[in-house]
């Protein structure tokens, strides 16, 4: 492809109504992508068949444009990005299905993020007796108690 015609499929794709935005920015920072990433996750899980050791953690895509829900993160290499959290086979990688943090909600600060993060990322595979595996920041005791309810 000429660098001219990707210039001109750039300026014109658009994935996002411009005119609905500003009422769904109220409720969803992702606004602009949402359609695009809700998209994205069916199609994920349309096209694969996990098997029984799906792996729960976060990925930092570095990014340093504006939005309104870039992360900064000093303990990673690229310090500035967009969080999300991948559901993703064990034995190869593949994602299953992500989530985006896009931050504090106009609630305010959510508690146990990361338990309401595994519950939503494994609620498809709900009673399928699959090992999930997690690391320490999801970890807790009522969320152990809760998947183990779940079989």
């Known amino acids: 492809m000429g660098i001219n ?7 014109l794709i658009r994935f996002d109504d411009a005119n609905t935005r500003a009422q ?26 996990p098997t029984e050791h799906p792996t729960i953690d976060e990925q930092l895509f570095a990014y ?6 870039t992360q900064y993160i000093p ?13 993703c086979n064990g034995e190869n990688s593949y994602p299953l299905a992500g989530q ?4 504090k909600s106009s609630a305010g600060r959510e508690k ?19 090992n999930i595996t997690i690391d320490n920041y999801f970890t807790t ?8 309810s779940w079989d």
Do not use: H
Not at 5 to 11: L, Q, S
Not at 100 to 103: A, M, N, Q, R, S
Not at 141 to 148: D, F, H, M, Q, S
């Open 141 to 148: 005791l009522p969320l152990a108690k809760c998947l183990l």
């Open 112 to 130: 146990n993020v990361g338990e309401r993060v595994v519950k939503d990322l494994v609620a498809p595979y709900k009673g399928s007796g699959r």
């Open 64 to 69: 340093r444009g504006r939005t309104k829900f």
């Open 5 to 11: 015609r990707f210039w001109n499929i750039v300026r």
């Open 24 to 49: 769904r920015m109220e409720r969803d920072k992702a606004a602009p992508i949402r359609d695009l990433w809700t998209m994205f996750n069916s199609n994920l899980a349309k096209y694969y068949k």
């Open 75 to 87: 303990s990673k290499p690229a310090k500035y990005g967009i969080k999300v959290w991948w559901i």
């Open 100 to 103: 985006l943090y896009t931050g």
